[in-house]
């Protein structure tokens, strides 16, 4: 069993930055893919960023070169440090792992910008 925690979300002005973090304890795999996925009122979960143990990212083309994933593989915590914040950014932000056919996700954080 994998337990993930996010923290950092919060309410931010259009412009602005925030950092999310996600701690996982339990039974971790090193080649776990770690990620941040988002849902809306209204929407669909969607995917942000994701991360491999190697650093390989990959990220939804609504955030590029604005949001940026990381990891510590020695803490177990994945970040999502966000800039240039937009109201269309609003959402529960949501930490996910997945290795093979297991997957697990947070509880989610929300996140909300102001204009």
């Known amino acids: 069993q994998v337990q993930l925690v996010e923290s950092g979300g919060g309410l931010v002005q259009s412009g602005g930055s925030l950092r999310l973090s996600c701690a996982a304890s339990?039974?971790?795999?090193?080649?776990?893919?770690m990620g941040w996925y988002r849902q809306a009122p209204g929407k669909q979960r969607e995917l942000v960023a994701t991360i491999t143990y190697e650093d390989n990212t990959n990220y939804a083309d609504s955030v590029k070169g604005r949001f940026t994933i990381s990891r510590d593989n020695v803490k177990n915590t994945v970040y999502l440090q966000m800039n240039s914040l937009k109201p269309e950014d609003t959402a529960v932000y949501y930490c996910?792992?997945?290795?093979?056919?297991?997957?697990?996700w947070g509880q989610g954080t929300q996140v909300t910008v102001s204009s």
């Open positions: 339990g039974t971790i795999f090193r080649f776990a893919v």
């Open positions: 996910n792992y997945k290795v093979g056919s297991f997957t697990s």
